[in-house]
């Protein structure tokens, strides 16, 4: 498990606050909560380290589930990426906004999360503290149709197959091929 350790007291505000933003922690590389930031000043560039939860789906006929993100979506818009994918709210623990972000975008629920790995990764404009999970499951999710458009169930072949067509997210490629052998040895 790897959690969070926020202050006894509201961490300080980093950027500027806009009305009903989207508050997100700001963390050190092992979780301590150093500030809180509102989502786009995060996103804008701030390269603030900040938590999100990746979910990676398998059933047990060596499938892995994938979702395409919604067209409206600032990043990678239509592209196929983990299943679930999200941030971590201030005061939330990564697991609580993984069971969060797996019900708003798959109506996913009651699964047993396997923490596979934390670290960091750095785009263009963000800094991500990732924490990757896995869960074994025969259900089929159901994409909420905005954030996820759709999403299928893919072979470890397929998946190698489009590795660098650019229909998967540059982040997922990465990611799977780190760990795909853990996710298979869940099996």
């Not at 922690?25 to 999100?52: N, Q």
């Not at 979702?67 to 818009?77: A, D």
């Amino acid at each position: 498990m790897f959690s969070l350790v926020y202050p006894s007291e509201p961490a300080p505000l980093l950027g500027t606050m806009v009305n009903n933003a989207e508050m997100m922690p700001v963390t050190e590389p092992g979780g301590l909560v150093v500030g809180r930031a509102c989502r786009d000043f995060i996103h804008g560039g701030s390269l603030l380290l900040h938590p999100v939860v990746h979910l990676h789906i398998i059933n047990r006929q060596s499938k892995i589930y994938l979702q395409r993100r919604g067209l409206e979506k600032k990043l990678y818009p239509g592209l196929w990426d983990t299943a679930v994918g999200g941030h971590v709210a201030y005061g939330e623990q990564m697991e609580e906004a993984l069971y969060r972000e797996a019900a708003e975008e798959l109506d996913f629920r009651h699964f047993n999360p396997v923490l596979i790995k934390v670290y960091e990764f750095e785009g263009k404009n963000e800094r991500e503290l990732i924490g990757v999970y896995a869960a074994i499951s025969s259900k089929t999710p159901k994409p909420d149709g905005f954030e996820v458009t759709e999403g299928r169930w893919w072979t470890d072949e397929e998946i190698r197959d489009v590795m660098g067509s650019g229909l998967l997210t540059p982040n997922f490629e990465q990611e799977y091929s780190q760990i795909k052998d853990t996710l298979f040895s869940l099996l």
